[in-house]
């Protein structure tokens, strides 16, 4: 219905936050939180005029500076334009408790619509929606604890955070106190939507996280994410504390913020393209950065056609920081999982499931930062440590291979994506040559 009166998936999910929230202030006797007026309880009540009393009230809530309500409803507007439609969703959300009843299948239908929006919208601004089953396998390695601070620099819709307090992996719902960081603000108040129908508290800040010294964020115990990709829309390259390195390109400036935000002790686990393991120059120094501040054991190559870009081929790179004084030891081992090599393009047809990082798992073992006792599987395996001491004196390259594609299994598609990123990152290179003759 809401279709046909002009509305996309994406515009559906922004409306669907504004009536679920108020819905749920409601359900939970929180609604003294919002301005007299601004109310499910004062809006809903059968009077005629709905359509304009919601407008109404959404323009007051957009002028809110109170918190989780600023950011749900910061320039908050409607797009229905059919009063009976708006009428339409109000019976439908009143059919349940939502929050008391149905929390948990209300937080998988909500995760489900996130995914079918950033699907319609997967040309839009770099921003992928991270597959769930991969965010629940991170999630299991990386075991989150009771009270660490958990922290996720790029979070889009949220899938770390909620997936970190949920996980059957560790047991009951812990206590997590979730920081997300997003730069734009409908994305920031879909997350902080996801974390609502889910039951969690938490802070989403609306910002740069690379560059905008006011964002408070705190040192945290385990940061995951799935930061953007590219150079498109970077401003010129700048300096700023979290990012001592300046380059346009994200993937390189994330890593970098990453790094230095993990306490010493602390762990990551961050999705990154294939070019951050290779390329020379400004990437270089961040991996040497990198394997300096942090012990690097775990690289994950992940499987072609998870994300929308399915020409960007990606990889989880597991670290922690090493403690304050620390150097790294010359017998410290790189551990490398090729889920790439041999494997299907995942996609409508070939569904990504848990299953598919079954053998990863059991190969990752069941310590948190990558120190259970692991078998090397040979040159015929998908499991293979090497020499961080000898990467380093190679010029740390850290794409390493040894599986052989099957003649005849890259399609003309995937070759022509590839050539794509090999160009973008030559004129990035080019790009930082230039800044380097100018000064």
Not at 136 to 142: F, M, Q, R
Not at 160 to 168: G, H, T
Not at 257 to 263: D, F, G, K, P
């Amino acid at each position: 219905m809401l279709r046909d009166d002009g509305l996309s998936s994406y515009d559906y999910m922004l409306e669907l936050s504004y009536l679920l929230f108020l819905k749920l202030l409601n359900e939970a006797g929180r609604e003294g939180e919002l301005p007299a007026g601004c109310r499910w309880s004062d809006l809903f009540d059968g009077r005629p005029g709905l359509l304009g009393r919601y407008k109404a009230a959404l323009e007051r809530l957009s002028r809110s500076t109170q918190g989780r309500v600023a950011t749900i409803f910061s320039g908050a507007h409607t797009r229905i334009r059919n009063e009976a439609a708006l009428n339409h969703v109000i019976k439908r959300l009143r059919r349940h408790a939502w929050f008391r009843d149905s929390q948990e299948r209300l937080g998988d239908a909500y995760e489900g619509l996130l995914e079918r929006a950033a699907a319609e919208r997967k040309s839009g601004a770099g921003q992928y929606f991270t597959p769930r089953p991969l965010v629940e396998s991170i999630v299991a390695l990386t075991k989150p604890a009771d009270k660490e601070i958990l922290l996720d620099p790029a979070c889009g819709t949220g899938g770390f955070l909620v997936s970190a307090a949920a996980s059957p992996e560790v047991g009951a719902r812990i206590i997590i106190n979730h920081i997300g960081v997003e730069l734009v603000p409908d994305v920031a108040r879909l997350a902080l939507m996801n974390l609502a129908v889910h039951g969690l508290e938490g802070d989403v800040l609306v910002g740069d996280s690379l560059y905008d010294s006011r964002l408070d964020i705190p040192p945290a115990d385990l940061i995951l994410s799935n930061p953007p990709f590219g150079t498109r829309g970077m401003p010129e390259m700048r300096f700023s504390t979290r990012v001592p390195i300046p380059t346009r390109n994200k993937q390189l400036a994330f890593l970098q913020l990453i790094v230095n935000q993990l306490r010493p002790g602390g762990r990551a686990a961050v999705v990154l393209p294939d070019n951050v393991l290779f390329e020379g120059g400004v990437a270089e120094a961040v991996r040497t950065q990198l394997v300096d501040a942090c012990y690097l054991h775990t690289i994950l190559r992940l499987p072609a056609g998870l994300f929308y870009a399915t020409g960007v081929r990606t990889n989880v790179l597991f670290f922690t920081r090493r403690p304050t004084g620390s150097i790294p030891s010359q017998t410290e081992r790189l551990w490398i999982f090729d889920a790439r090599t041999a494997m299907p393009t995942f996609g409508k047809r070939q569904r990504l499931t848990r299953n598919t990082f079954e053998e990863f798992e059991d190969a990752f073992g069941d310590d948190p930062y990558g120190l259970a006792q692991r078998a090397d599987q040979g040159p015929g395996g998908r499991f293979r440590s090497f020499s961080l001491a000898d990467l380093r004196a190679e010029g740390l390259n850290l794409d390493v291979t040894w599986l052989a594609e099957k003649s005849g299994t890259l399609s003309s598609h995937r070759l022509a994506s590839e050539m794509e990123v090999s160009l973008s990152s030559a004129l990035e290179a080019l790009a930082e040559l230039e800044v380097e003759i100018g000064r």
